[in-house]
């Protein structure tokens, strides 16, 4: 959460700078703020809400300068205003910070006591006073930022601007994501590659504990313990158009309506349509390490989550192996068994959830192999993986993950299919059947997209005043249905839950009367009979039921208000279609209301803290 940029070059910074910061917008949107160099020392322009007010404050109070970082806020130590955004200064320095400095009250009384005026709530501000401090003691602006750092305990991604070395930005970083961007001439860095896609698409990804000087002329890496680090640049190929709208009223919407081409993206090459299997040599996991596998847990949080269960689903059924799903955040701290034998799979879009993160290193350190299932390419947690399988799905904008959370059914799923080949629990025939309807998804989500969109908008004019809804689905449609109502809360603000169908009757049905809308997820599999029980119960209640069906069951759609249909697909396929209507449902409303759909309030695309 919270965004940084940095630019130095011999182009004006603060367009730079806000171009950046509007792509990293979804990180962090409650305040934003820029410090440029100017002729005559460093200029700060803060202001609070969205980065909008900072471009005025900007049209109001240009600053001219080719150096400059720049800062977009999710208030974690002090409420939302203008004195707790960043930049924040001390003396001749300026910082900006992504993450959490955990002794800030330790080092702030420290500070205080030693005369320094601490003006804001923030844990940042701590970091430039210490920096200040370490300047006034006379040691030159990397040694200054390397011993204050050595103070810190947390997370932090920083970057930091002085008037005693005006052509140069330093960065560092722990825990928080930084890249590094360079071209002829100019030197960036961002928390996430789209800020930079429009200017470089050559990145250098920094680890924990590194910390780098940029010039005009590039960069020099090294640790914090002043060792050199030789790293080359890499490609990226994702363009600065994917990180468009193109023509879409929202990133939401455009990212439901690029789903069926970021899962050809991410299954091309993998599917061994001959074999009737997958091919992974990338992963870099042997048949041995498959047959070896004792047992799979899949750590993930929020959306990735919901992937995560039908993964579990998958792997049992398929590979008849033993699978967990956790909550990244609740196995931390806890004294789960895991060791050498099982396999953990951390699935995580942004790759840089701490939670994720943190729990994938736990299990790492405990004798776990850890696979990772990440969107961004050099992300944390496919950098401390043992392996790793990226999605294609590119870059995901919209606060609401729609596009990854396909992406990452299919990797689960080809895991899956992959892992049963190699331990003999999967026939070439069932197989073939699974690959070839695979190949067939994204044709069959494209075919009934427009319609879908069109339908559901219509429905939700019906529905939309709602102030509760349940999504009901068994065995793949649960995963779904949890989904489904995440999508909801988070861009609607309606209050929705997601509940396996058979679990109803232990109490949610008391929620139900003719204002409570329920969505049933009833594809035609083996539990499509139970699930028609369950919509009749809640019929009864005088509920109104929005069935999710295949296409043509005229049956199921008989007993429902209203319906979307799917394409007929192997069952094990279902969750591929049948969230879909659910994305759209939930965009639906929330465009109806007009809430901000890229950008719900109080969250952010990449939650870096505990
Ligand atoms: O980047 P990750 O997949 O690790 O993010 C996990 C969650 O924060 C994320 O899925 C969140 O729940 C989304 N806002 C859901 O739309």
């Known amino acids: ?136 003691a006379g040691h030159d602006m990397l040694t200054s930022i390397r011993r204050a750092l050595a103070q810190v305990e947390g997370a932090y991604a920083i970057a930091v601007v002085s008037e005693a070395e005006p052509r140069r930005i330093v960065v560092a970083k722990s825990s928080s994501p930084l890249v590094l961007g360079v071209s002829r001439n100019a030197t960036y860095c961002a928390s996430d590659i789209p800020a930079l896609l429009p200017y470089t698409n050559e990145m250098v990804f920094m680890e924990d504990g590194e910390i780098a000087v940029l010039d005009p002329d590039g960069f020099s890496l090294s640790t914090l313990a002043g060792e050199p680090v030789n790293r080359r640049s890499r490609k990226i190929s994702w363009s600065p158009v994917m990180a468009e709208k193109a023509g879409y009223k929202h990133f939401m919407l455009k990212e439901i309506f690029e789903q069926p081409r970021a899962l050809e993206d991410t299954m091309r090459g993998r599917l061994d349509r001959e074999r009737a299997d997958v091919e992974t040599a990338e992963i870099g996991l042997s048949d041995e390490d498959a047959k070896a596998i004792r047992r799979v847990i899949l750590l993930a949080c929020g959306t990735s989550h919901h992937a995560t269960i039908a993964g579990r689903y998958w792997i049992e059924e398929l590979a008849k192996l033993p699978a967990i799903t956790e909550l990244a955040s609740e196995f931390r701290g806890r004294d789960a068994v895991i060791g050498e034998g099982d396999l953990v799979i951390a699935v995580s879009q942004s790759g840089e959830t701490i939670d994720t993160l943190m729990a994938a290193k736990e299990a790492k350190a405990r004798g776990a192999k850890v696979l990772a299932i990440a969107n961004v390419n050099g992300s944390a947690i496919p950098r401390m993986a043992d392996a790793s399988f990226y999605t294609h799905a590119g870059p995901e904008i919209g606060v609401a993950s729609t596009k990854c959370f396909m992406t990452q059914l299919a990797n689960l799923l080809m895991f899956s299919i992959w892992l049963s080949r190699r331990r003999g629990t999967l026939s070439e025939g069932e197989a073939r059947e699974i690959v070839e309807g695979l190949v067939r998804i994204p044709h069959q989500i494209e075919e009934r997209l427009e319609a879908m969109h069109e339908k559901i908008s219509d429905m939700v004019r019906e529905f939309s005043n709602a102030r509760d809804v349940l999504f009901l689905g068994r065995g793949l449609s649960f995963p779904m249905a949890l989904e489904g109502a995440l999508k909801l809360k988070e861009i609607s603000y309606v209050h929705a839950e997601g509940y396996a169908a058979g679990e109803m009757k232990h109490g949610p049905i008391a929620l139900l009367d003719a204002e409570v809308p329920v969505i049933v997820l009833a594809p035609q599999d083996r539990h499509h009979e139970r699930v028609c029980s369950n919509l009749q119960e809640a019929r009864a209640r005088e509920a109104k039921i929005i069935g999710v069906t295949t296409a043509g069951d005229a049956q199921t759609q008989s007993l429902c208000d209203a319906f979307v249909e799917v394409a007929p697909v192997h069952e094990v396929l279902s969750p591929f279609l049948t969230v879909v209507p659910l994305q759209l449902y939930a965009y639906c409303v929330a465009d109806h209301k007009g809430t901000d759909v890229d950008q719900p309030r109080n969250l952010a695309k990449t939650v870096t803290v505990e």
């Open 1 to 136: 959460m919270c965004g940084i940029v940095g630019y130095v070059g011999n182009e004006e910074a603060a367009p730079i700078l806000l171009d950046g910061l509007r792509r990293l917008e979804y990180r962090g949107y409650d305040s934003a703020g820029v410090a440029i160099q100017e002729a005559s020392g460093i200029e700060v322009v803060r202001a609070v809400g969205k980065l909008r007010n900072l471009e005025k404050a900007l049209f109001d109070r240009p600053l001219q300068g080719s150096v400059g970082i720049g800062h977009t806020r999710w208030a974690t130590h002090g409420r939302p205003s203008e004195v707790n955004a960043h930049p924040h200064v001390a003396g001749p320095i300026a910082v900006v910070h992504n993450g959490i400095i955990e002794n800030h009250l330790r080092l702030r009384a420290e500070l205080e006591k030693g005369g320094f005026t601490i003006t804001s709530d923030t844990d940042t501000e701590i970091v430039s006073h210490l920096i200040h401090r370490e300047t006034r």
